[in-house]
């Protein structure tokens, strides 16, 4: 893949390399970093420079490659070991991330499962990158399709609310929770899309405002704290948002403050959906309160810049996610088609039937 001026495309090959859009750097900046080794692409995971469940599994899958391209061996069970390693470092850099870990293990099934030469067992680990990718894209589409078919049918023009981002810059292209609001822009059904910043590191402000930006789609910045009120006043018909890890009762992990606007919507009977490809669900874990959460530096709250906000001595808590349960979800919008949270499970059961 290539890169486009039509299209976002936060993780794509090219040059022998993996170039990412440095997230870091928006909306001010649009610039790109070259990754060359598999450490380097764990230092961009974790210091999320990529980030978004879909787009953090692309970009590890592509580590892998790059991991093993490193490895100077033609040993196969001695490459396998050190490949291991490769996937433990990767593992460790976003642990609520669940789409992380599954392109990690799909990454290592091909290696396992391929038979013949250290060579042909790299080539295999580029091709199945490359698939990863590319079905991303493809899943994200469908997935904005499935959404615009489960939205309120009235009022013809809808004000959608989304919390964090779940756009082309957190998947291959398109997005999920934003693939849903680009489908009803395409479609004519969109009239406005309000805007969480989303506190503490103001994804909302800095990347979902920027993509909207740049296709045209009315967006309307709030902070996250206004989101009840502009459901009192009327202002928004329903809420889609992404999500890093879901467990196989429906119970969600997305971006920290997710829940409230759940709790916020139950208030008001606003629709609350849940835009994710199957990937993303862990149907190892019956219920959210198994999800791990991480906590990230507190520097993120105290911090703005240079500038330090709070006084010396204050303590700090600072998970990155919080989990909505799934009495609180609409549906889940999945490349499938929209699934209650309580079918989920058995959805999946008729999958691997």
């Given at each position: 893949?290539?890169?486009?001026t ?9 040059n ?7 997230q870091?750097?928006l909306?001010?900046e ?17 210091t ?6 879909p ?8 580590g892998?490659?790059?991991g093993?391209?490193?490895i ?5 069970t ?20 669940v ?7 799909r ?17 295999t ?32 023009k ?28 395409r ?13 503490p ?37 329903a ?5 890093d ?17 759940a ?10 959906f ?28 105290y ?11 204050v ?39």
């Amino acid at each position: 893949m290539t890169p486009s001026t039509n299209q976002v495309y936060p993780v794509i090959w090219h040059n022998d390399s993996v170039s990412l859009i440095d997230q870091t750097r928006l909306p001010n900046e649009y610039t790109f970093v070259e990754i060359h080794r598999s450490e380097d692409m764990a230092r961009a995971i974790k210091t999320m420079i990529v980030r978004g469940a879909p787009a953090i599994g692309v970009a590890a899958a592509y580590g892998m490659y790059l991991g093993a391209r490193e490895i100077a061996t033609s040993d196969r069970t001695e490459f396998l070991q050190h490949l291991d390693k490769v996937a433990q470092l990767l593992r460790s850099t976003r642990p609520t991330a669940v789409n992380l870990f599954w392109a990690i293990s799909r990454m290592l099934k091909a290696a396992y499962e391929t038979l013949g030469t250290v060579e042909d067992i790299k080539q295999t680990l580029f091709q199945t990158a490359q698939a990863i990718n590319i079905e991303d894209l493809q899943t994200c589409q469908a997935i904005g399709d499935n959404g615009l078919a489960v939205l309120p049918t009235t009022p013809e023009k809808l004000r959608l609310l989304t919390h964090c981002n779940a756009g082309a810059l957190a998947t291959a292209g398109y997005g999920t929770a934003l693939g849903v609001v680009r489908s009803a822009w395409r479609e004519g059904r969109l009239e406005r899309l309000f805007a969480d910043e989303t506190r503490p590191r103001l994804q909302g402000a800095k990347l979902t405002t920027w993509e909207c930006v740049q296709e045209g789609i009315p967006v309307t910045l709030i902070t996250d704290n206004m989101a009840a009120h502009c459901m009192k006043q009327g202002l928004i018909h329903a809420v889609v948002v992404g999500a890093d890890r879901i467990a196989a009762n429906g119970d969600t992990a997305n971006k920290i403050g997710t829940y409230s606007v759940a709790i916020a919507a139950k208030a008001h009977n606003i629709p609350f959906f849940v835009a994710a490809p199957l990937s993303t669900v862990d149907f190892e874990l019956a219920d959210g309160s198994k999800i791990p959460i991480e906590e990230r530096e507190p520097t993120e709250i105290y911090q703005v810049g240079d500038t330090i906000l709070t006084p010396a001595g204050v303590d700090f808590y600072n998970p990155a996610f919080d989990v909505t349960p799934a009495e609180l979800i609409t549906a889940i919008i999945t490349e499938n088609g929209a699934i209650a949270p309580d079918q989920l499970a058995k959805s999946h059961l008729k999958q691997v039937a």
